[in-house]
């Protein structure tokens, strides 16, 4: 039998010439000798040296070749000519300039849910341009508002319907267009038969239908190019061959675009694909689109073709700032870390990008704990960072890169302090202001021991986060400022920690080209005045791919716009941020629960559950605080807490309350654990006439039921005016009720403001119809509030339906009328009852007549307007509100 087969002789004769007899030991010694030494070779070849061993087999990182006008690669060639840059300027005042200041865009698509339209819809949105999208019938919007025109463009998706307009809505609305001074949009549907030198209906204008074209240039020629520069010709076929090419027989319209025909049966003439009409014909200028959105170019023409049809009126500012974090610094793990050779291209990139970008610099944020836990020639490049320090910008990350959400504040202080000193040992500035939470932990929603430990610690002032309102979509980030600090919205350039490499790209190197070459990460650059962007550490080492993709993404943005590119560091970043979007800076809490990546980042021990149900919104003196008690006695209804200052009203979502955030608000509610089959609610009966309050309130409680009392109006006025006066307040002592209901607009502030209290929450049908625009109706219920005081019994059986609530509570055997106070109490016994406080039921002296009369007249068309809006809700028109409209 073959010796390979009986492995035990085989284990015998191996043993015996490693150990041998006592006399051959010296070959033991040098077998093991030999192990050992080839033992420390493989751990050096794998351990220690894995970066020199990789740059043996791989390709030579990926860089930046493209240049404007010539074929490096961007597949752009040749200037078109010499680029010229055109101001739109809003025209003087005069009385014929009649167009709000701020004028809307309007926006007929063909339906509700058309690829077209939404493009149009998403780009007005990532431009913060207000605009109004009608889906075109048989009638008109309405184009005016107090004679001032609403709309400073107009946009077809389907110029075909413009066209087809019949007479009347075709007249009415040209005349909009020459009375104020507004241009038109209109892109060209895509057709299934093939026209060839149609003539377009009342236009100047032959098409040729279903073109595949290539070769796209522009006309550096012609007034509508402002943010858009003719960088050259982009070389190849464009996308689809359903495009329609325009043949002009006018000199007053001007070609903004071309292409050639790729087929070669057609003809090799060049084609118009996008056209200005001046509107020297009929006094309306228009831009048509001879093919969609989709396509890069055309998006930089739409927005040049809003300001310039809008003479300016919607504006394009070309200031850019851009700021670029490397997150992670000396986080990320072996192998793919930073060398000496990734530090050196990250100053040279650097030097480049300061030529092309005014003030560029990196932005590093570090985790000291971190520091040197690499292989020796990343160590090295830790180093080497660490003397450059000067030459970069940085900020704190946590010493040891763990989410805020899970830590406490004094926890929280700890993991800063370390990473400070660290900080302070090595000679990195520690006065940026600026910091960044791991994973965005803690900024949003926001977990307030972050707040208070960075304040405290960094002194913190600005930080950035992807997460607010949501991660997605990234064209509706935004920023908002808590506590002082400034959350700046934060941006994505396709580069994240598993990014390595180029040919491990997800989808291929094609996709971040063409992210880069008029696709995502340019449109980000052109659409918001103020970026930053998140890389990491091992973006800039092994194929250092954020060199190639920022060196790449500026030098294009430079040749086809004429956007002007600076960097600054984060606190003139936010400062500038906040002076271009101060509306921006009070936040809008969202429901955490609503988010699942949200929920990730959110303390665990809180719960939406602790959120209340609903709401009773008011208004003042029409019964609320009758109505709050009547629920609290609901065995499966929980009331909020009391508050020190504002007793059984929170007021969170109309006040400075709301400035201290979702966790203050839900302290005033019991834990789940106590409270799981609970009803919460909050009764604020200021949140009725609160302009910014139906906004917040379905941002946090999307799902919440609203309860609305209403009573006279008139009757409501006089009530706050009286309580007013028994709360000793020096106006409504000073001045007299008919004083107060009838001071003008230059009378004192105090009494100013007395009058709006008195008169302004009885607007009732106004006020519900800014919360309709937020809640559907089936989530609004409204009560007679003079029912509510002569008949509780109905009113809250009633409310108990509309609410859901079980078990169904018997108030029949709990209220009970107290003759002594006039109104109905809550039995306590079977012959006591508790009433509301000696403040409640007050009897008033009778109204003046002169004031009943006054009141009526004032509230007579907000009355009608109530009454229409209650028949159209299907609620019982109130018998006051009858008698108010005789």
């Not at 048989?138 to 087809?164: C, H, M, W």
């Not at 993991?415 to 949003?444: C, R, W």
């Not at 209901?741 to 007395?754: E, N, Q, W």
Request: some cysteine; aromatic content about 12%; proline content about 7%.
């Amino acid at each position: 039998m073959p010796l390979v087969c009986r492995p035990w002789r085989l284990w015998h004769r191996a043993t015996r010439f490693i150990i041998g007899s006592r006399k051959a030991s010296w070959r033991r010694y040098i077998l093991l000798a030999a192990f050992v030494v080839i033992l420390i070779i493989i751990y050096l070849l794998i351990e220690s040296y894995p970066r020199s061993i990789m740059s043996l087999v791989r390709n030579h990182p990926p860089e930046s070749v493209f240049r404007c006008g010539g074929d490096g690669g961007g597949k752009v060639r040749g200037p078109t000519g010499n680029a010229t840059f055109h101001p739109h300027l809003p025209p003087p005042r005069s009385p014929e300039n009649k167009l709000r200041d701020d004028p809307k865009v309007l926006v007929f698509t063909e339906t509700q849910y058309s690829k077209t339209g939404k493009d149009i819809a998403n780009i007005l949105v990532a431009n913060r341009i207000n605009y109004k999208t009608e889906v075109l019938g048989r009638s008109l919007p309405g184009l005016t508002n107090l004679s001032r025109g609403k709309y400073g463009a107009v946009i077809f998706e389907n110029f075909d319907r413009y066209l087809q307009l019949d007479p009347w809505n075709r007249e009415l609305l040209d005349k909009y267009l020459k009375d104020y001074s507004v241009g038109m949009v209109g892109f060209m549907p895509v057709r299934e038969d093939t026209r060839v030198g149609t003539k377009m209906k009342g236009l100047p204008l032959y098409i040729h239908t279903n073109m595949a074209l290539k070769n796209v240039s522009l006309n550096s020629d012609n007034p509508l190019l402002h943010l858009t520069r003719a960088g050259g010709t982009i070389v190849g076929p464009v996308l689809n061959s359903d495009w329609t090419t325009f043949t002009i027989e006018d000199p007053t319209y001007i070609p903004i675009e071309w292409a050639y025909p790729s087929l070669t049966d057609f003809s090799e003439e060049r084609q118009n694909t996008v056209v200005l009409d001046q509107g020297q014909l009929d006094g309306i200028p228009r831009v048509l689109f001879g093919a969609n959105l989709e396509f890069w170019l055309h998006r930089l023409l739409f927005l040049d073709a809003l300001s310039y049809l809008s003479l300016g009126r919607i504006p394009l500012a070309l200031d850019r700032y851009i700021l670029v974090d490397i997150d992670d610094i000396f986080v990320a793990r072996k192998g793919i870390r930073m060398t000496t050779d990734d530090v050196m291209a990250l100053l040279e990139s650097q030097r480049r990008l300061q030529e092309m970008v005014p003030g560029w610099r990196f932005n590093l944020g570090f985790s000291g704990k971190y520091y040197q836990r690499g292989y020796p020639e990343e160590n090295d490049g830790d180093k080497m960072l660490l003397d450059h320090v000067e030459d970069f910008w940085w900020f704190g990350h946590m010493w040891g890169h763990t989410q805020p959400h899970e830590l406490t504040q004094d926890e929280l202080e700890i993991q800063m302090q370390l990473n400070k000193e660290f900080a302070i040992n090595h000679d990195i500035p520690t006065d940026s202001g600026y910091s960044i939470a791991p994973h965005h932990s803690g900024v949003y929603p926001v977990h307030e021991p972050l707040y208070t430990a960075w304040k405290k610690v960094w002194n913190v002032r600005v930080t950035s986060s992807e997460e607010y309102p949501h991660l997605y979509p990234a064209r509706l980030r935004r920023g908002f400022i808590h506590r002082n600090i400034m959350v700046l919205p934060r941006l994505t350039c396709g580069l994240f920690t598993h990014t390595v490499f180029i040919d491990k790209y997800p989808g291929g190197r094609k996709v971040l080209d063409d992210s880069i070459h008029g696709g995502e990460l340019f449109q980000s650059i052109v659409y918001n005045p103020i970026s930053i962007y998140m890389t990491h550490l091992s973006n800039y080492g092994n194929d250092r791919l954020a060199l190639y993709t920022f060196e790449s993404v500026v030098k294009f943005v430079k040749c086809w716009t004429n956007l002007k590119l600076q960097t600054v560091p984060p606190l003139q970043l936010a400062e500038q941020y906040f002076h271009r979007f101060p509306d921006e800076a009070d936040p809008i809490w969202g429901n955490p629960c609503a988010d699942h990546r949200h929920m990730q980042i959110w303390a665990k021990e809180k719960s939406c559950d602790q959120l209340p149900k609903f709401l009773v919104i008011g208004p003042q003196k029409t019964g609320t605080t009758a109505l709050y008690t009547f629920l609290a006695m609901h065995p499966a209804i929980l009331a909020n807490y009391p508050s020190p200052e504002t007793f059984e009203e929170v007021q969170f979502f109309n006040g400075k309350n709301y400035y201290k955030g979702i966790d203050w608000y839900m302290k005033f509610f019991p834990v789940p654990a106590n409270s799981s089959a609970k009803f919460l609610f909050e009764k604020s009966a200021t949140y009725f006439e609160g302009d910014v309050v139906p906004r917040r309130v379905r941002a946090l409680l999307p799902a919440a039921k609203l309860v609305i009392t209403i009573i006279s109006p008139s009757k409501r006025a006089y009530s706050w005016y009286h309580h007013m006066r028994a709360h000793s307040d020096h106006t409504a002592l000073l001045y007299s009720f008919h004083q107060v209901i009838t001071a003008s607009d230059t009378a004192p502030r105090a009494v100013r403001s007395l009058r709006n209290k008195c008169l302004v929450p009885g607007m009732y049908a106004r006020h519900i119809e800014r919360w309709l625009n937020h809640f559907p109706s089936s989530q609004i219920n409204i009560i007679d509030g003079e029912e509510l005081r002569s008949d509780p019994v109905y009113v809250m059986n009633d409310l108990q339906r509309f609410l859901g609530i079980q078990p169904f509570y018997n108030y029949t055997e709990h209220l009970r009328f107290d003759k002594r106070k006039g109104f109905f109490c809550q039995v306590v016994g079977e012959d006591r009852t508790k009433c509301l406080g000696r403040g409640k039921g007050r009897i008033y002296p009778s109204m003046n007549e002169s004031d009943v009369k006054y009141l009526k007249e004032f509230y007579q068309p907000y009355n009608i307007a109530l009454e229409k809006l209650l028949t159209k809700l299907d609620y019982p028109v109130p018998s006051w509100l009858e008698e108010d409209l005789q």
